[in-house]
């Protein structure tokens, strides 16, 4: 590739990322929790990377892991978004924004968007007025589950055809239904097929996959379904590309992976219906103890992280590769921010 070239193909990406990517699901507030007693963690761990990698909006969740379930489930949360608060509070850097409009001026503000989201409905317990309390506090997508069950329903598990058949329970239809009215984003990824056939019949509204992959590549239960894929897409909603378990087979965890699962989701869905859930947490890995990192393989699967994606500060990786297969800018636009962005105007 002559000077000529690389220098039109890096204008290309930098136009595209000027704009901001969305990345609809980090565990951030997780891990600010956990080094709480550190003060600027959003300007020493992750600031320089996420502007290395044009990121402008982020789904920072809120995830309680299971040293704290079921007791201190409420508290944790709710400490994991004071961190954050006190986070941004320093850094100027950053916007906590519950609003469209308000992502609009953290972006117009050369400001990188947080938007709070929590996956897994534990810190409610069976309190449905708790809603309310964390939609107050800037909450604005919820997923009811990760790979486990609680009040609400059961987590898709990492095989094929083994999770529950269970659809919601009683409590989780209550809250697809409150979060209908507040217009809180309702989240897909990790719920298990019955309880993703539930909230269909339950709302008409634009359904989100945070974070998954079509099972496709990888059939296990986590990932979605052709059928949901579709159904999400028919609705106007938006499936959000995972940039883990893109692939059943050791070795298959590449870029090229990555976008094969992208293309299968425009194939199914249409190119109005794909964003990006990158799920990068390759850097809490590192910080768990080999005996941690076995508990959770043997819990869910092997980790296998992509090479050249394992952190915001790649995501120019994705975007030079998707121009050296033929996308063109604009389906391009559509994936890193567009689709996204339409979602949030539509719902926030």
Partial sequence: MNTQTTDSLESRINALHSIGIVDMHFDLLMDLYEKRKRANVLRDDFQTQLEQGGIGVIGAAI??????????????????IARLYIEVESNPRFAICKTY?????????????????????????????????????????????????????????FGANISSTHGLAPFGKMLVQEMDKLNILIDLAHLNPAGVEDVLQLTQKPLIFSHTNPRRFFDIDRNASDAHVRAVGARGGVIGVNGALVGAKKGQATIDMFIDNVEYVVELAGIDSVGIGFDFFKFIW????????????????PVEFVADLQHHGHARNLTRRLIERGWKDEDIAKLLYGNWMRIFEQTL
Avoid at 63 to 80: H, N
């Fill in 286 to 301: 590192e910080q768990w103890t080999p005996a941690k990192q076995a508990e959770l393989v043997a819990y869910l699967m």
């Fill in 63 to 80: 995830y309680i892991d299971e040293p704290y379930l079921p007791e201190q489930a409420l508290r944790v949360a709710l400490d994991q």
């Fill in 101 to 157: 409009a308000e992502i609009l001026n953290a972006r117009k503000g050369n400001k990188i968007a947080l938007l709070i989201t929590m996956e897994g409905v534990e810190p409610l317990g069976t309190d449905i007025n708790l809603l309310r309390v964390f939609y107050e506090l800037g909450v604005r997508e919820i997923g009811l589950t990760h790979a486990r069950r609680n009040m609400a329903a059961d987590g898709g598990l």
